[in-house]
Each structure stands twice: as structure tokens, then as C-alpha cells.
T-cell receptor
């Protein structure tokens, strides 16, 4: 079955612009989470959605937002882009919410965002 | 403070050799520990997941161990191949009421390079 699909794979934006990234989870998965990955910080949790509800949010400014649709697809938006937002943004999906041992988490290939 | 520390930060080995990567954590209460492999520019792929009661788990040439008493885990790679060159990330999940993916704690990874 198809894995987690993220679009676009690569994009370049200028400071001040906004960007929307999309994530289609594995069919049947209702939990979607987003992560920012930079060389210096590793993987940083952004937020998690389950059944269209935001379940948890990481320590990121309000410029970072997301949502989940009824078909479990999710989008994240970053407004007023800053140079420091350049990163790989990873989406992950799982059948259930949470990090329980019975819940395998599958990652997408990521969206590379470069802010210039 | 819940933290996951990995060592070494980077490692170079020759093809065919074995290696061991370390993960120490202070996450509490502990739920499970996962090892992921991330190829450059790709999303992380799950290798193993271990709960409190599991000491060892294998996935092909990858063997993970867990000592929940000392809060240490290791990932042993046997007979390394060029395709093993990647970042290996240790992820620890905390237990708790209503656990969410926000309770996943990530190490910064060990960058393994396998030379021919």
C-alpha cells in the first residue's frame, strides 16, 4: 500500500512569504504529526492531529499552524517566513494516536523548504 | 528533564565490519524505545521498537538491546554494507494518561558512514 506522501518535495520561498505543505497519510491512518528537522536541532515536534483535532503542539511560534481534513489528509502552514525556517519538514502517520508500543509510526519523505 | 542522548555523533567504518551505536535516555515514565534509519534526504524508517520487558530485538543485520534499569539502548550492525550509511535516530516514548505523539523524545542521531 502507498506510504505517507508529502508535497511538494522541494520549494524555495523568500522571507516574509507564507508556505503550505501537504501530507497524505497511509490509507486508514487517522493520526498525523509534523516535525521540523534541521542539522543543528534534529527532529523537533510541531503538532499532532487525530480525527481532525489537534491533540498536541510543540514549542513553535504561532506562525506555524496546521489542520487535518475529514479524509485524514493534513496541511501545515508557515506564515511570515524567516531564514531560520529553512528545514526538512516531515510528516508521520499512524493508525492510532500517541507513542504507544503498538503504534508504528511511518514517516514521509519530507518537504525541503529553503527560505532566502 | 526528558532527554535522549546518542553517541557517537558520527562514525566511519569499513564495509564488512560491525559497529554499535549508543542511546542513553532520561525519559520517564518509559513506554518504549525505537530506532529509526534515515538516509540522506529521506524520511526515517523504523528498524525496531522495544518495550520495557524486551531486552533484545533483531531486524536482519540490526540488533537493538535495551537495559531499562540503566536507561541505555544500543543498536548493533553486523557485517556493515555501503547501504547502511545513514543517520540512526533513537526515539523514546513516555507513558502517561492520554499519551500523544508530543511525548516522543528524539535523539539527534548518529551519522554512520560505511567505506568500501
Amino acid at each position: 500500500k502507498a506510504g505517507v506522501t508529502q508535497t511538494p518535495r522541494y520549494l524555495i520561498k523568500t522571507r516574509g512569504q507564507q508556505v503550505t505543505l501537504s501530507c497524505s497519510p497511509i490509507s486508514g491512518h487517522r493520526s498525523v504529526s509534523w516535525y521540523q528537522q534541521t542539522p543543528g536541532q534534529g527532529l523537533q515536534f510541531l503538532f499532532e492531529y487525530f480525527s481532525e483535532t489537534q491533540r498536541n503542539k510543540g514549542n513553535f511560534p504561532g506562525r506555524f499552524s496546521g489542520r487535518q481534513f475529514s479524509n485524514s489528509r493534513s496541511e501545515m502552514n508557515v506564515s511570515t517566513l524567516e531564514l531560520g525556517d529553512s528545514a526538512l519538514y516531515l510528516c508521520a502517520s499512524s493508525l492510532k494516536e500517541g507513542g504507544g508500543s503498538g503504534n508504528t509510526i511511518y514517516f514521509g519523505e519530507g518537504s525541503w523548504l529553503t527560505v532566502v | 528533564k526528558n532527554q535522549v542522548e546518542q553517541s557517537p555523533q558520527s562514525l566511519i567504518i569499513l564495509e564488512g565490519k560491525n559497529c554499535t551505536l549508543q542511546c542513553n535516555y532520561t525519559v520517564s515514565p518509559f513506554s518504549n524505545l525505537r530506532w529509526y534509519k534515515q538516509d540522506t534526504g529521506r524520511g526515517p524508517v523504523s528498524l525496531t521498537i522495544m518495550t520495557f520487558s524486551e531486552n533484545t530485538k533483531s531486524n536482519g543485520r540490526y540488533t537493538a538491546t535495551l537495559d531499562a534499569d540503566t536507561k541505555q539502548s544500543s543498536l548493533h550492525i553486523t557485517a556493515s554494507q555501503l547501504s547502511d550509511s545513514a543517520s540512526y535516530i533513537c526515539v523514546v516514548s513516555a507513558n502517561g494518561r492520554g499519551s500523544t505523539l508530543g511525548r516522543l523524545y528524539f535523539g539527534r542521531g548518529t551519522q554512520l558512514t560505511v567505506w568500501p
